[in-house]
């Protein structure tokens, strides 16, 4: 059985974060840009909609900041001891994947292992939250054994 680093998966997870926050605010520039830019052409109906359609992306990407600096807050305020029971911050070996409940990241890979990061809000998340060790939960339709919890 191999073991995470619970202090280098939350460091991996805010620089992952950090680079959509970056991917967003550089794109979040290009709206703007194409907000103030749009030159007024006769065809009035036109301009008004491709600014709308600007801004309606400026609206959806700031969205998408807010929830990543929410998401770097649930990294910050992870129970970062060891733990017998599946809570935000544990990392749960399991006889399949192992899972790091956090936030909603997807796969994380590190070295040649691969760890899937999870929201307790998830659907994964929401069926191991509050198991123990050797529990065995029913999750699309496979038995996951529950193998370690760190």
Do not use: H
Request: glycine fraction near 4%.
């Amino acid at each position: 059985m191999t073991t995470w680093d619970k202090a280098e998966l939350v460091t991996l997870c805010k620089q992952k974060i950090e680079n959509k926050r970056s991917e967003v605010k550089a794109a979040m520039s290009i709206a703007q840009d194409s907000i103030l830019n749009d030159t007024k052409s006769s065809m009035g109906d036109k301009y008004e909609t491709s600014r709308e359609m600007a801004q309606q992306e400026l609206n959806r990407l700031q969205q998408q900041l807010m929830l990543a600096d929410q998401d770097i807050a649930v990294l910050e305020s992870l129970n970062q001891e060891a733990t017998t029971k599946v809570i935000p911050g544990a990392i749960v070996l399991t006889d399949q994947f192992d899972y790091f409940i956090a936030v909603s990241l997807g796969p994380l890979k590190i070295a040649d292992r691969t760890i899937m990061v999870v929201s307790k809000e998830s659907p994964i998340g929401k069926a191991l939250m509050g198991k123990e060790i050797k529990t065995e939960i029913t999750f699309n339709g496979k038995q996951i054994k529950i193998v370690a919890i760190a």
